[in-house]
Structure formats: structure tokens, C-alpha cells
């Protein structure tokens, strides 16, 4: 059975200190990691797309990489709007997602 | 572009109360999913349909769930009778890529409270 597993499940930052979360995940195929972006009240926000161990992306304060075990979400010099609940999520050889329970982000000025 | 739409956005009923949402997915996204998320968890698959079928309703409660895609565009997801566990976000998602390999666009969800 695919597993996700998301750490930490909170991160305090002050803004300007970096930092990165962990996903590490058990899957049969992996097609595909995805990372979200939710804010309270709303649906989540798709921010990347990793397809194969070594890939990395980036955007603005943001940057996903993929290993065949684990994909690290690094936020850079944090500003406070950056505060989300960020969701990792595999598609299996199935075509099956399975989301984490996501890391809680706070950015604090 | 529109994104994807739900209605209602909150919803508060007694238990054993039928319960009715609808998701009007992006324009031209033939995939439809619809999650269910308790507080403080990631989105859990309901159903996944591709165009008006229904491929993946494994982890459905079909004792009391049921979903609906006439004309494979818009859907509806009921709950008859409610349960006070019901309560969560009701999230719909659509894709533009089959086999579920895609990006998801998700719309607002709807909040269930459960009396």
C-alpha cells in the first residue's frame, strides 16, 4: 500500500530563516510527486510536478527535489505569506494518489 | 479561466439528514475526483471518474454515499442519511490528464457540520 508521510507536522519560522520540509514515501511505480499549497478555507494549490529521482524545480521562495525515497520542499528566506499548509502527494503505477497529512508552515515578521 | 466550483460552501444539518454537493469541474478537464479532508489531514479519494464513468470508487461508503457524472461534465456527491462522523471538507478536483498523472485543480470545498 502506497504511504506518505510528511515532516514536520509544524514549522515556526521567523521571516528570512530558511528552512526545508521532509516527504518521505512508500509507492508501487512512482508516476509522479506533487507538492500543494493550502490555505485555511480554501482547496489546495498545485505548486510542483517531480517525476524522477534527481529532478528539482523551483519558484519564487520555493524549491522541490526528489530522491527515490523522500522529496524536500525548501522555502528560502521565508516572508510571512508563505505561511500554508503544504501537502505532498504521490500517483502510483495505478494512477492512485495518496496525499500526506501535510506540514503546517507559519511565517512570523 | 474559471476555476473549479463548488456549492454549497457550508452546509450544517441534523444527523440522519440527506446532504447534496456539486462540483462544476474546470471546462474541458474530463477527469473529476472528489476528496474527502478531516481537520488537520491530507485529502482522501472518494471517487475518480473519467469523463461520465466511474474508475476508481473503491473507498466510496457506498451504504450511504453515492456520486453522480451525467453528460461527464459536472457532478454530484450525496450523503443520505448523514452521520455525525460525516463532518469534513468535501473537495472536488478536476484534470486534464487521464490516469491520474496530472496536476489537480482543486475548487474551495464544501464544509459538512454534522449536528
Known amino acids: 500500500e502506497d504511504q506518505v508521510t510528511q515532516s514536520p507536522e509544524a514549522l515556526r519560522l521567523q521571516e528570512g530563516e530558511s528552512s526545508s520540509l521532509n516527504c518521505s514515501y512508500t509507492?508501487?511505480?512512482?508516476?509522479?510527486l506533487f507538492w500543494y499549497r493550502q490555505d485555511p478555507g480554501k482547496g489546495p494549490e498545485f505548486l510542483f510536478t517531480?517525476?524522477?529521482a534527481g529532478e528539482e524545480k523551483e519558484k519564487e521562495r520555493l524549491k522541490a527535489t526528489l530522491t527515490k525515497k523522500e522529496s524536500f520542499l525548501h522555502i528560502t528566506a521565508p516572508k510571512p505569506e508563505d505561511s500554508a499548509t503544504y501537502l505532498c502527494?504521490?500517483?502510483?503505477?495505478?494512477?492512485?494518489?495518496?496525499f500526506g497529512a501535510g506540514t503546517q508552515v507559519v511565517v512570523t515578521p | 479561466e474559471a476555476g473549479v466550483v463548488q456549492s454549497p460552501r457550508y452546509k450544517i444539518i441534523e444527523k440522519k439528514q440527506p446532504v447534496a454537493f456539486w462540483c462544476n469541474p474546470i471546462?474541458?478537464?474530463?477527469?473529476l475526483y472528489w476528496y474527502l479532508q478531516n481537520l488537520g489531514q491530507g485529502p482522501e479519494l472518494l471517487i475518480r471518474?473519467?469523463?461520465?464513468?466511474?474508475?476508481?470508487d473503491s473507498q466510496l461508503p457506498k451504504d450511504r454515499f453515492s456520486a453522480e457524472r451525467l453528460k461527464g461534465v459536472d457532478s454530484t456527491l450525496k450523503i443520505q442519511p448523514a452521520e455525525l462522523g460525516d463532518s469534513a471538507v468535501y473537495l472536488c478536483?478536476?484534470?486534464?490528464?487521464?490516469?491520474?498523472?496530472?496536476?489537480?485543480?482543486f475548487g474551495e470545498g464544501s464544509r459538512l457540520t454534522v449536528l
Open positions: 471546462s474541458g478537464h474530463n477527469t
Open positions: 502527494a504521490v500517483a502510483d503505477s495505478w494512477g492512485k494518489f495518496q
Open positions: 517531480l517525476y524522477s
Open positions: 478536483a478536476s484534470s486534464s490528464y487521464k490516469g491520474n498523472t496530472g496536476e489537480l485543480f
Open positions: 509507492v508501487s511505480g512512482l508516476r509522479g
Open positions: 471518474y473519467e469523463n461520465e464513468e466511474a474508475v476508481d
